[in-house]
């Protein structure tokens, strides 16, 4: 079992800058990716950006040269700096990372965090 805890969203005006986190505890071990995803209220989740064990990163075209994933593997947290904000980023920014074990892969979700962006 992987527990996802994200932390950092808020208001910030257009052109701003914020910067998400995603604390991880239980399996890391088996943890073979990591990513944000987001969902403006009435659409679909959506992916944003994703990193690889191997550090291999996927970003979103919207908001690929404004948005940036991170991880610190001493601190088990992924990170989304994004920058350049824009009023089509307000959403709920959800973390989830991706396990194989035994040969099995499982998706583990965060339960969300808020991002507005507005004047």
């Known amino acids: 079992q992987v527990l996802l805890v994200e932390s950092g969203g808020g208001l910030v005006q257009p052109g701003g ?6 604390a991880a505890s239980g399996l890391i071990f088996s943890i073979n990716a990591t990513g944000w995803y987001r969902q ?7 992916l944003v950006a994703t990193i ?3 550090g291999r990163i996927n970003y979103a075209d919207s908001v690929r040269g404004r948005f940036s994933i991170s991880r610190d593997n001493a601190e088990n947290t992924v990170y989304l700096q994004m920058t350049s904000l824009k009023p089509e980023d307000t959403g709920v ?12 892969g499982r998706d583990y979700w965060g339960r969300g965090t808020q991002v507005t962006v507005s004047s």
């Open 17 to 22: 800058s914020l910067r998400l986190s995603c």
């Open 93 to 104: 920014y959800y973390c989830t990372a991706h396990t194989i074990v035994a040969g099995i």
């Open 52 to 54: 690889t064990s191997g």
């Open 40 to 46: 403006a209220l009435g659409k679909e989740r959506n």
